[in-house]
């Protein structure tokens, strides 16, 4: 009598397209490997030439707007984060004096508490902005918003940089629907081949079906 195998139920998630997308992105290669551990002694060896010095910060350009300096400082506070990207912080500065004319004035005022007391992180120094002026806890949100979300004066000025995808880029890939995987678009696309046939039937009346 033939003998039956038993068969081994298969796990679709292992082989979906999605899955083994997935496997390749977070495949990390020996290169990698390689310039990873590189990196960090090279960024191991900076950070122990500048132990224990000031964090000194560009000068602004000359003409350029004081308060965006103090934005970039104030961010740095909120965010608890020692460096922001400039370029990024120009832009949610620009969207956020632009929402509202009283913007500036309480951006300055939160510079000017930050100075005035030793703040350990964010949180007390959010806390403390709310207590001196209720006010301010909205130009909170909007700076938190715009590094966070990317989101300035109802725009979107920064996606992929937005500080949303950098918590958890360690463990997760941004969500996307699109077929070749977040930021595509931001890569050279396949060349395609421009298509020599014709069509076998004329053409057809073009007609809008409901919806």
């Given at each position: 009598?033939?003998?039956?195998?038993?068969?081994?139920?298969?796990?679709?998630?292992?082989?979906?397209?999605?899955?083994?997308?997935?496997?390749?992105?977070?495949?990390?290669?020996?290169?990698?490997?390689?310039?990873?551990?590189?990196?960090?002694?090279?960024?191991?060896?900076?950070?122990?030439?500048?132990?224990?010095?000031?964090?000194?910060?560009?000068?602004?350009?000359?003409?350029?707007?004081?308060?965006?300096?103090?934005?970039?400082?104030?961010s740095?506070?909120?965010?608890?984060r020692?460096?922001?990207?400039?370029?990024?912080?120009?832009?949610?500065?620009?969207?956020?004096?632009?929402s509202?004319?009283?913007?500036?004035?309480?951006?300055?005022?939160?510079?000017?508490?930050?100075?005035?007391?030793?703040?350990?992180?964010?949180?007390?120094?959010?806390?403390?902005?709310?207590?001196?002026d209720?006010?301010?806890?909205?130009?909170?949100?909007?700076?938190l918003?715009?590094?966070?979300?990317?989101?300035?004066?109802?725009?979107?000025?920064?996606?992929?940089?937005?500080?949303?995808?950098?918590?958890?880029?360690?463990?997760?890939?941004?969500?996307?629907?699109?077929?070749?995987?977040p930021f595509?678009w931001?890569?050279?696309?396949?060349?395609?081949?421009?298509?020599t046939g014709?069509?076998?039937?004329?053409?057809?009346?073009?007609v809008?079906?409901?919806?």
């Amino acid at each position: 009598m033939k003998k039956d195998w038993p068969c081994v139920p298969v796990n679709l998630q292992n082989v979906s397209p999605n899955a083994m997308r997935m496997a390749r992105l977070m495949r990390m290669s020996r290169r990698d490997m390689l310039m990873t551990s590189m990196g960090a002694a090279v960024a191991y060896g900076v950070a122990s030439g500048v132990a224990g010095a000031e964090e000194t910060q560009p000068s602004p350009a000359p003409g350029a707007d004081p308060v965006a300096t103090q934005f970039m400082a104030v961010s740095r506070l909120l965010t608890d984060r020692p460096t922001l990207d400039l370029r990024i912080g120009n832009a949610i500065y620009a969207g956020i004096v632009h929402s509202s004319a009283d913007r500036q004035a309480q951006i300055s005022k939160l510079h000017d508490l930050m100075g005035s007391g030793q703040f350990t992180d964010a949180t007390a120094f959010a806390a403390a902005a709310e207590k001196a002026d209720p006010a301010l806890k909205d130009v909170i949100h909007d700076i938190l918003t715009g590094w966070y979300r990317g989101v300035a004066d109802g725009k979107v000025v920064v996606y992929r940089s937005a500080l949303m995808f950098d918590i958890t880029k360690d463990a997760i890939y941004p969500k996307t629907y699109a077929a070749g995987g977040p930021f595509y678009w931001t890569t050279q696309p396949p060349e395609v081949d421009r298509p020599t046939g014709h069509p076998a039937l004329s053409p057809s009346k073009f007609v809008v079906e409901p919806t």
